[in-house]
Protein backbone atom coordinates (compact mmCIF):
# COMPACT_ATOMS: atom_id res chain seq x y z
CA UNK A 1 0.00 0.00 0.00
CA UNK A 2 1.22 3.14 -0.65
CA UNK A 3 1.87 5.90 1.94
CA UNK A 4 2.94 9.34 2.11
CA UNK A 5 3.80 10.41 6.26
CA UNK A 6 4.12 14.31 6.69
CA UNK A 7 5.52 15.88 9.69
CA UNK A 8 7.04 19.16 10.68
CA UNK A 9 3.97 21.65 11.33
CA UNK A 10 3.91 23.76 13.61
CA UNK A 11 3.10 27.35 14.70
CA UNK A 12 6.16 29.65 13.52
CA UNK A 13 6.71 33.57 13.99
CA UNK A 14 6.51 35.59 9.87
CA UNK A 15 10.31 35.46 9.12
CA UNK A 16 11.38 32.27 10.65
CA UNK A 17 12.22 28.32 8.51
CA UNK A 18 10.77 25.18 8.59
CA UNK A 19 11.37 22.19 7.44
CA UNK A 20 8.65 19.49 6.06
CA UNK A 21 9.30 15.62 5.80
CA UNK A 22 7.62 13.19 4.28
CA UNK A 23 8.25 10.02 4.42
CA UNK A 24 7.10 7.11 1.59
CA UNK A 25 6.15 3.33 1.48
CA UNK A 26 4.69 0.99 -0.38
CA UNK A 27 6.59 1.77 -3.72
CA UNK A 28 9.81 2.22 -5.33
CA UNK A 29 10.49 6.21 -4.21
CA UNK A 30 13.16 6.54 -6.37
CA UNK A 31 10.82 5.80 -9.32
CA UNK A 32 8.62 8.56 -8.91
CA UNK A 33 8.94 12.60 -9.57
CA UNK A 34 7.44 14.05 -6.05
CA UNK A 35 5.97 17.35 -5.40
CA UNK A 36 4.39 19.76 -2.15
CA UNK A 37 0.57 20.91 -2.82
CA UNK A 38 -0.50 23.51 -0.16
CA UNK A 39 -4.24 24.25 0.84
CA UNK A 40 -5.14 27.58 3.20
CA UNK A 41 -7.79 27.34 5.44
CA UNK A 42 -11.42 26.64 3.73
CA UNK A 43 -9.13 27.64 0.61
CA UNK A 44 -8.62 25.44 -2.93
CA UNK A 45 -5.65 23.58 -3.58
CA UNK A 46 -2.36 25.08 -4.95
CA UNK A 47 1.17 23.66 -6.38
CA UNK A 48 4.02 24.25 -4.59
CA UNK A 49 6.76 22.65 -6.07
CA UNK A 50 8.13 19.56 -7.60
CA UNK A 51 11.09 17.33 -7.73
CA UNK A 52 12.48 14.70 -10.50
CA UNK A 53 13.09 11.36 -9.53
CA UNK A 54 16.72 12.53 -9.27
CA UNK A 55 16.48 15.27 -7.75
CA UNK A 56 18.37 17.15 -10.45
CA UNK A 57 15.21 19.06 -11.45
CA UNK A 58 13.13 21.08 -9.55
CA UNK A 59 9.97 23.53 -10.24
CA UNK A 60 8.70 26.18 -8.02
CA UNK A 61 5.52 28.06 -8.08
CA UNK A 62 6.67 32.10 -8.33
CA UNK A 63 5.71 33.13 -4.84
CA UNK A 64 7.44 30.64 -3.22
CA UNK A 65 10.86 30.84 -5.97
CA UNK A 66 13.89 31.55 -3.84
CA UNK A 67 12.09 30.96 -0.22
CA UNK A 68 11.27 27.43 -0.31
CA UNK A 69 13.66 24.48 -1.30
CA UNK A 70 12.47 20.90 -2.46
CA UNK A 71 14.83 17.59 -1.98
CA UNK A 72 14.65 14.28 -1.71
CA UNK A 73 16.87 11.04 -0.43
CA UNK A 74 16.60 7.88 -2.21
CA UNK A 75 18.08 6.04 0.26
CA UNK A 76 15.77 7.19 2.94
CA UNK A 77 12.53 7.30 0.93
CA UNK A 78 11.88 10.93 1.98
CA UNK A 79 10.88 13.74 0.80
CA UNK A 80 11.71 17.24 2.45
CA UNK A 81 10.33 21.09 1.76
CA UNK A 82 12.41 23.61 3.42
CA UNK A 83 10.64 27.03 3.63
CA UNK A 84 12.60 30.30 4.59
CA UNK A 85 11.34 33.55 5.35
CA UNK A 86 8.21 32.12 6.02
CA UNK A 87 5.17 34.66 5.21
CA UNK A 88 1.25 34.64 6.68
CA UNK A 89 0.22 33.94 3.56
CA UNK A 90 2.46 30.57 3.56
CA UNK A 91 -0.47 29.38 6.44
CA UNK A 92 -1.69 26.44 5.08
CA UNK A 93 -1.79 22.73 5.18
CA UNK A 94 0.70 21.23 3.08
CA UNK A 95 0.41 17.73 1.10
CA UNK A 96 3.29 15.62 -0.08
CA UNK A 97 2.30 14.17 -3.42
CA UNK A 98 3.53 11.56 -5.95
CA UNK A 99 3.58 12.79 -9.31
CA UNK A 100 2.44 10.46 -12.58
CA UNK A 101 3.53 12.25 -15.73
CA UNK A 102 2.78 14.40 -17.00
CA UNK A 103 1.59 15.84 -13.77
CA UNK A 104 -0.74 14.18 -12.18
CA UNK A 105 -0.78 13.52 -8.67
CA UNK A 106 -1.90 10.21 -7.92
CA UNK A 107 -1.06 9.88 -4.21
CA UNK A 108 -1.19 12.19 -1.12
CA UNK A 109 -0.18 12.37 2.26
CA UNK A 110 -2.38 13.20 4.98
CA UNK A 111 -1.19 16.63 5.50
CA UNK A 112 1.00 18.86 8.01
CA UNK A 113 -0.67 21.64 8.71
CA UNK A 114 1.93 24.84 9.06
CA UNK A 115 0.37 28.23 10.50
CA UNK A 116 2.62 31.55 10.15
CA UNK A 117 1.63 33.97 13.28
CA UNK A 118 3.28 36.27 15.04
CA UNK B 1 -0.54 30.71 -16.05
CA UNK B 2 -3.50 28.40 -17.70
CA UNK B 3 -6.51 29.55 -15.44
CA UNK B 4 -9.38 26.80 -14.67
CA UNK B 5 -12.75 27.97 -14.00
CA UNK B 6 -15.17 25.61 -12.31
CA UNK B 7 -18.51 25.11 -12.14
CA UNK B 8 -20.59 25.46 -10.17
CA UNK B 9 -19.70 26.43 -6.74
CA UNK B 10 -21.54 24.25 -5.04
CA UNK B 11 -24.60 22.46 -6.08
CA UNK B 12 -27.22 19.82 -3.67
CA UNK B 13 -28.17 16.16 -5.35
CA UNK B 14 -30.35 13.71 -4.26
CA UNK B 15 -29.74 10.28 -3.49
CA UNK B 16 -29.63 8.46 -7.31
CA UNK B 17 -29.54 11.86 -9.03
CA UNK B 18 -26.92 12.40 -11.91
CA UNK B 19 -25.07 15.41 -11.59
CA UNK B 20 -21.96 17.11 -13.83
CA UNK B 21 -19.05 19.78 -12.61
CA UNK B 22 -17.84 21.61 -15.81
CA UNK B 23 -14.04 22.96 -15.87
CA UNK B 24 -13.07 25.34 -18.60
CA UNK B 25 -9.53 26.21 -19.27
CA UNK B 26 -7.83 29.31 -20.56
CA UNK B 27 -6.29 27.56 -23.18
CA UNK B 28 -6.26 24.28 -24.64
CA UNK B 29 -4.77 21.29 -22.37
CA UNK B 30 -5.03 18.43 -24.58
CA UNK B 31 -6.95 16.24 -22.29
CA UNK B 32 -4.10 16.21 -19.58
CA UNK B 33 -6.83 17.39 -17.03
CA UNK B 34 -7.41 15.47 -13.81
CA UNK B 35 -10.05 15.28 -11.23
CA UNK B 36 -10.05 15.00 -7.05
CA UNK B 37 -12.52 14.26 -4.61
CA UNK B 38 -11.81 15.77 -0.81
CA UNK B 39 -13.50 14.49 1.73
CA UNK B 40 -13.84 16.61 4.88
CA UNK B 41 -11.05 16.73 6.72
CA UNK B 42 -9.56 14.29 4.40
CA UNK B 43 -6.60 14.99 1.81
CA UNK B 44 -7.60 14.62 -1.71
CA UNK B 45 -8.11 11.56 -3.47
CA UNK B 46 -7.51 11.04 -7.63
CA UNK B 47 -10.59 10.19 -9.35
CA UNK B 48 -9.79 10.75 -13.17
CA UNK B 49 -6.82 11.36 -15.03
CA UNK B 50 -6.10 12.07 -18.76
CA UNK B 51 -9.80 13.37 -19.14
CA UNK B 52 -11.59 10.29 -19.03
CA UNK B 53 -9.52 7.51 -17.67
CA UNK B 54 -10.64 6.22 -14.17
CA UNK B 55 -8.03 5.76 -11.37
CA UNK B 56 -7.76 2.17 -10.01
CA UNK B 57 -10.58 1.47 -7.44
CA UNK B 58 -12.95 4.55 -8.53
CA UNK B 59 -16.51 3.45 -8.72
CA UNK B 60 -18.03 2.96 -12.34
CA UNK B 61 -20.43 5.95 -11.92
CA UNK B 62 -17.78 8.37 -12.03
CA UNK B 63 -16.71 9.92 -15.72
CA UNK B 64 -14.74 12.42 -17.36
CA UNK B 65 -15.33 13.84 -20.76
CA UNK B 66 -14.48 16.75 -22.75
CA UNK B 67 -11.86 18.07 -25.11
CA UNK B 68 -9.85 21.41 -25.88
CA UNK B 69 -11.11 23.56 -23.25
CA UNK B 70 -14.10 21.94 -21.93
CA UNK B 71 -14.15 19.06 -19.66
CA UNK B 72 -16.79 17.93 -17.34
CA UNK B 73 -17.08 15.03 -14.70
CA UNK B 74 -20.07 13.06 -14.19
CA UNK B 75 -21.27 11.04 -11.39
CA UNK B 76 -23.96 8.78 -12.28
CA UNK B 77 -26.06 8.39 -9.18
CA UNK B 78 -25.55 10.02 -6.54
CA UNK B 79 -24.78 7.95 -3.43
CA UNK B 80 -24.13 9.17 0.38
CA UNK B 81 -20.53 8.68 0.17
CA UNK B 82 -20.01 10.91 -2.86
CA UNK B 83 -20.29 14.18 -0.87
CA UNK B 84 -17.91 16.13 -1.09
CA UNK B 85 -15.37 18.51 -2.73
CA UNK B 86 -14.33 17.90 -6.16
CA UNK B 87 -11.41 19.79 -7.79
CA UNK B 88 -10.43 19.80 -11.78
CA UNK B 89 -6.53 20.30 -12.50
CA UNK B 90 -4.20 20.56 -15.84
CA UNK B 91 -1.10 18.91 -16.40
CA UNK B 92 -0.74 19.96 -19.73
CA UNK B 93 2.06 23.05 -18.77
CA UNK B 94 3.63 24.32 -15.54
CA UNK B 95 2.82 25.56 -13.44
CA UNK B 96 -0.46 23.10 -12.67
CA UNK B 97 -3.12 25.04 -11.57
CA UNK B 98 -6.55 23.66 -10.19
CA UNK B 99 -10.08 24.56 -10.23
CA UNK B 100 -11.40 26.22 -7.50
CA UNK B 101 -13.48 23.57 -6.51
CA UNK B 102 -17.46 22.57 -6.80
CA UNK B 103 -18.88 21.55 -3.17
CA UNK B 104 -21.45 18.60 -3.28
CA UNK B 105 -23.57 17.78 -0.63
CA UNK B 106 -27.21 15.41 -0.74
CA UNK B 107 -30.14 17.31 -1.04
Known amino acids: EVQLVESGGVLVQPGRSMKLSCAASGFTFSSFPMAWVRQAPTKGLEWVATISTSGGSTYYRDSVKGRFTISRDNAKSTLYLQMDSLRSEDTATYYCTRILLPHVMDAWGQGASVTVSS | DIQMTQSPASLSASLGETVSIECLASEGISNDLAWYQQKSGKSPQLLIY???RLQDGVPSRFSGSGSGTRYSLKISGMQPEDEADYFC?????????FGSGTKLEIK
Open chain 2, 50 to 52: AAS
Open chain 2, 89 to 97: QQSYKYPPT
